[in-house]
């Protein structure tokens, strides 16, 4: 697995994206609650944590960041119109009960998470512009503009 994870590290930190956005996963949570044998035997051997902190040590080398997401309901909820049930993924296939969008379902999952990163990280942004805001009107200084990154 160390392998296909320097693999996959080494096209993500080449994506033209400033910020990355993963699942905030629980692989404790995941071995031992509700996962079947044949999951855990397959994926025993991966590592969710050493695959992230290998993410965060290629992003902060490339200069970009990386945002954990509160994966709950994101396999749920449908990516087109919000609505939530656990009846709308069945195995690899999300079919919403209230719109009918059809997709993939980790690609609809994947959806939910950017749509949750954009939010976590303008709010962040948000938060330390205005931070920046109060620093420099109490200093006397001006407002200089940054460009956002892509996200």
Not at 5 to 18: F, R, W
Not at 44 to 61: I, T
Not at 66 to 86: A, E, M, W
Request: glycine share 8%; charged share 25%; with cysteine.
């Amino acid at each position: 697995m160390h392998d296909v994870n320097q693999t996959i590290l080494k096209i993500i930190v080449l994506l033209s994206y400033d910020v990355f956005a993963l699942e905030a996963l629980n692989p404790a949570y995941m071995r031992e609650n509700g996962y079947s044998r044949r999951f855990r035997s397959m994926f025993g051997s991966w590592s969710p944590s050493e695959f992230q902190s290998f993410v965060e040590y290629k992003a902060k080398d490339a200069g970009k960041d990386v945002l954990y997401i509160n994966p709950k309901h994101t396999s749920q909820k449908c990516s087109r119109c919000g609505y939530i049930d656990k009846n709308n993924r069945h195995g690899s296939v999300f079919k919403c009960k209230n719109c009918g969008f059809e997709l993939n379902a980790d690609l609809n999952a994947s959806r939910n998470i950017e749509v949750l990163g954009k939010s976590e990280y303008f709010r962040l942004l948000s938060a330390s512009q205005s931070l920046r805001f109060n620093e420099n009107s109490l200093m006397g200084g001006g407002g200089d503009q940054q460009q956002v990154p892509k996200i």
